[in-house]
């Protein structure tokens, strides 16, 4: 057999590539690094500048407005908090009767109501009945709306204010107070104060329902006087507030205060009573 024949080894080699050189070790790609650094100066190299993703930037958006939220109720209920954190012992006391007072009076509303439910079921003359409790609801009402005059057990608060600071918002906070400790009729230098009274600045002055009033401001109220007075005392409350502000504060309580300021009757413009 010459050497120029083909055997079957000649020809594999023959169709194998020639083989590449192999890539050294130094020559394959790595992180371009600077000479001379350490290990440490390498991981801050890596981490600075920071590469921030957009949807990173949004989670961190996210988490700081939820962190400022909550910052600004943690505040609000501190502020809400510090007048009664501070108070002293009688003080907190004399709240938790108030509150007390408040549940109780509540309760009895409701069984009154239940008692008129129980008598109309019960009376052998619903119908004489019904109207003698509809005539006590007007009456009821009348107060409620101003349109009649009231008497009862009360006191008269007196405002003076010579240094002009009492604004129209204090005046409506001590209505507020009032109502909630239970007034069931309020006047306010011969204005009349129901549901939808509404107080403003003018000027110097204070308007209540368009009606310009001037310190001292003589507020009249209807209720429970051991329910009253101590709701405008409260630390935090009322009576502080108005003193801060260098105006003069006086509460005195009678077993018979009259309110005679009277409002005009006014039909709804829209409203109209339902059967249901």
């Keep these: 057999m010459s050497e120029q024949e083909e055997t079957p080894g000649n020809r594999l080699r023959k169709e194998l590539p020639e083989e590449l050189p192999a890539t050294p070790p130094e020559e394959a790609e790595t992180p371009a690094s600077e000479p001379g650094l350490t290990g440490r100066q390498r991981l801050v190299q890596g981490l600075w500048p920071p590469r921030v993703t957009r949807a990173q930037l949004i989670v961190a958006v996210l988490l700081f407005g939820l962190g400022f939220g909550l910052a600004v109720q943690v505040a609000s209920n501190s502020d809400s908090d510090s007048a009664l954190r501070g108070a002293r012992q009688e003080d907190l006391v004399r709240i938790l009767d108030e509150l007390g007072d408040r549940t109780q009076r509540l309760q009895d509303e409701k069984q009154g109501l239940e008692n008129q439910r129980d008598e109309l079921e019960n009376s052998s003359d619903q119908a004489e009945e019904a109207r003698k409790q509809t005539v006590e609801k007007e009456r009821q009402l009348g107060i409620l709306a101003g349109t009649v005059a009231a ?17 129209a918002d204090m005046l409506l906070d001590a209505i507020q107070e009032l109502r909630a400790a239970g007034a069931e009729a309020i006047q306010v230098n011969g204005v009349r104060v129901v549901a939808n009274t509404f107080l403003s600045d003018s000027g110097k002055s204070v308007s209540v329902d368009g009606n310009k009033i001037t310190a001292p401001f003589r507020f009249k109220v209807i209720g429970n006087p051991q329910d009253l007075e101590p709701a405008l005392n409260i630390p935090g409350g009322v009576v502080q507030t108005l003193e801060k502000e260098q105006a003069t504060v006086s509460v005195e309580q009678s077993d018979k205060i009259v309110v005679d300021a009277l409002r005009a009757a006014k039909r709804p413009d829209y409203a109209r009573s339902s059967p249901r």
């Design 151 to 167: 008497q009862g057990p009360g006191i008269t608060m007196t405002i003076d204010d010579t240094k002009g600071t009492v604004e």
